[in-house]
């Protein structure tokens, strides 16, 4: 089966400006995930999806980072502005199902990697 | 306030040897748990998981042993692989949630 899809892989950008991210997940998994994961850290959640609802979005800056999933399926991360901390790797992941032990288990994409200069 | 705590950044060891990477947790919510795998530009892949009714799991060369009562869990990894150098992330989560918390990693370098 196709894996998580993500673009752009690499994007250059001065603080203040605006960037975006999409991610298609696997086919027939309901729930997505975006993760952040800054340089010597681990992936910390922002924000994640059952269907096209939002379960969980305590962690996201919402004054300056959005996300929506439309019609279920692909999903879009922007940053508007951006500052020079937002720099680092915004994974999306997606998993089968919100409940059982499988839910559990995280496919994730090769991530893209945002550099705010 | 890290609710997962991978303390050594990194390990290395010689290829055949045994590899023991480590994971401590403070939450008592959590009753699952993950260990993933990532090469460098690669996101990370899932290697093997473990509930909390259970305090060892066994897949091939990798079993992750949990002590609930100390809150640890540790992989072992034997024999070990040069191809096994990567970054492993540890995970927690309450089973069903979906979302896991994850640790810093610590880069595990196996040398032939």
């Known amino acids: 089966e196709a894996g998580v899809a993500q673009s752009p892989r690499y994007k250059i950008i001065e603080k203040r400006q605006s960037v975006a991210f999409w991610c298609n997940p696997i086919?027939?998994?309901?729930?997505l995930y975006w993760y952040q994961q800054i340089l010597g850290q681990g992936p910390k959640l922002l924000i994640q999806f059952q269907n096209n609802g939002v379960v969980d979005d305590s962690q996201l800056p919402k004054d300056r980072f959005s996300a929506e999933r439309l019609k279920g399926v692909d999903s879009t991360l922007k940053i508007q502005p951006a500052k020079l901390e937002d720099s680092a790797v915004y994974l999306c992941?997606?998993?089968?199902?919100?409940?059982?032990?499988?839910?559990?288990?995280?496919?994730f994409g090769a991530g893209s990697r945002l550099t705010v200069l | 306030d890290q609710q997962v705590k991978q303390n050594s950044p990194s390990l290395s060891v010689q290829e055949g040897r045994i590899s023991i990477l480590n994971c401590d947790y403070t939450n008592s919510m959590f009753d699952y748990f993950l260990w993933y795998k990532k090469y460098p530009a690669e996101g990370p892949t899932f290697l093997i998981s473990?509930?909390?009714?259970?305090d060892k799991n066994e897949d091939g060369r990798f079993t992750v042993f949990l002590n609930k009562s100390a809150k640890h869990l540790s992989l072992h990894i034997v024999p070990s692989q040069p191809g096994d150098s990567a970054v492993y992330f540890c995970a927690a989560s309450a089973l069903g949630a979906g979302k896991s918390t994850f640790g810093d990693g610590t880069t595990l370098t196996v040398k032939p």
């Open positions: 473990i509930s909390s009714i259970k």
């Open positions: 086919s027939g998994h309901a729930t």
């Open positions: 992941a997606s998993s089968l199902e919100e409940s059982g032990s499988w839910a559990n288990v995280l496919t």
